[in-house]
């Protein structure tokens, strides 16, 4: 298995596999690898030749201090997963200098509007950070396909701006949340989940479920007060937002329209971690 830290040893590889006209599926991470992972892994084998995974820990998209401290680093266990998986993955694990060079800055980006919504309310910055690693790592990897979970779907949405503001080739795909029976979606921030949060998480898809199921008769604003009603004396789960938004513009709605798909979005914190998650409602 081969595990690159350098990024002309990743560029060399790549001009190779160019050169054989092989297809290229790529998978960003932040590792702390997870079930989730492999399923956009074993999805991009699918459908390439050659698989790439990027670790690395991005600098640009934390509004916390804190939080980019305590992200989980483990490199080595995240190898050895992978490894399991197929002995072919390719992961490519850079120090900040071999992604950005000397100037580990984010590039201020106009998304058209989808970065002021939700999750760019509260973490201000956050999407010109990922579009930033992104647009270095789509350079520096040369992919065919990207593969990226649904659980961020606004950034999914990013993503795919991105690549047109950009003007690259590759195809941005995007993959179904993998979630615990219990129903929580997989996340590298949950294993710093205490038992009784953990034990109180499920509470968030089930909410997520019942919105969906009462959509189509009850409106944006009562389904916004009933899921701040469910977390309001929960010792475990304070909520930090709860949206119903467009797909197409991830704009909240008052009224719903015909042949309009929505989404319901959520971020609720379980101590100082965050959890988000979302669900299709039409």
Same mark, same amino acid.
């Given at each position: 298995m081969?595990?690159?830290?350098?990024?002309l040893?990743?560029?060399?590889?790549? @001009?190779?596999f160019?050169?054989?006209?092989k297809?290229?599926?790529?998978?960003?991470?932040?590792?702390?690898?997870?079930?989730?992972?492999?399923?956009?892994?074993?999805?991009?084998?699918?459908?390439?030749?050659?698989?790439?995974?990027s670790?690395?820990?991005?600098?640009?998209q934390?509004?916390?201090?804190?939080?980019?401290?305590?992200?989980?680093?483990?490199?080595?266990?995240d190898?050895?997963?992978?490894?399991?998986?197929?002995?072919?993955?390719?992961?490519? @694990?850079?120090?900040?200098?071999?992604?950005?060079?000397? *100037?580990?800055?984010?590039?201020?980006?106009?998304?058209?509007?989808?970065?002021?919504?939700?999750?760019?309310?509260?973490?201000?910055?956050?999407?010109?950070?990922?579009?930033?690693?992104?647009?270095?790592?789509?350079?520096?990897? +040369?992919?065919t396909? @990207?593969?990226?979970?649904?659980k961020?779907?606004?950034?999914?949405?990013?993503?795919?701006?991105?690549?047109?503001?950009?003007?690259? +080739?590759?195809?941005?795909?995007?993959?179904?949340?993998?979630?615990?029976?219990?129903?929580?979606?997989?996340?590298? *921030?949950?294993?710093?989940?205490?038992?009784?949060?953990?034990?109180? +998480?499920?509470?968030?898809y089930?909410?997520?479920?019942?919105?969906?199921?009462?959509?189509?008769t009850?409106?944006?604003?009562?389904?916004?007060?009933?899921?701040?009603?469910?977390?309001?004396?929960?010792?475990?789960?304070?909520?930090?937002?709860?949206?119903?938004?467009?797909?197409?513009?991830?704009?909240?709605?008052?009224?719903k329209q015909?042949?309009?798909?929505y989404?319901?979005?959520?971020?609720?914190? @379980?101590?100082?971690?965050?959890?988000?998650?979302?669900?299709?409602?039409?």
């Open positions: 081969q595990v690159h830290d350098k990024r040893d990743i560029t060399t590889s790549v @001009a190779t160019k050169k054989q006209k297809t290229i599926g790529f998978v960003p991470t932040m590792g702390a690898l997870h079930k989730g992972h492999l399923a956009l892994v074993e999805r991009a084998f699918k459908e390439n030749e050659v698989v790439i995974v670790i690395f820990v991005n600098p640009t934390f509004n916390a201090t804190e939080d980019l401290v305590n992200y989980p680093r483990t490199l080595d266990s190898v050895k997963l992978l490894s399991e998986l197929s002995k072919e993955i390719i992961v490519f @694990a850079p120090t900040a200098n071999e992604v950005y060079g000397d *100037r580990t800055e984010s590039i201020n980006y106009n998304f058209k509007g989808l970065e002021n919504e939700m999750e760019g309310k509260f973490r201000p910055g956050h999407f010109d950070g990922v579009g930033t690693v992104l647009k270095h790592l789509f350079t520096i990897v +040369s992919p396909r @990207a593969y990226f979970g649904e961020d779907f606004q950034q999914l949405q990013i993503v795919k701006k991105l690549v047109e503001i950009e003007k690259m +080739s590759v195809q941005i795909i995007g993959c179904p949340i993998y979630r615990k029976e219990s129903g929580l979606a997989l996340s590298s *921030r949950n294993k710093r989940l205490s038992e009784n949060q953990r034990a109180a +998480s499920p509470l968030i089930k909410t997520l479920k019942q919105v969906r199921k009462d959509f189509g009850k409106s944006a604003n009562v389904l916004s007060e009933w899921v701040s009603e469910q977390f309001a004396n929960n010792t475990e789960l304070e909520l930090e937002y709860f949206e119903i938004a467009k797909v197409s513009d991830l704009k909240s709605i008052k009224r015909k042949d309009t798909k989404r319901a979005f959520i971020a609720v914190f @379980a101590g100082k971690i965050r959890l988000i998650d979302n669900i299709a409602l039409n």
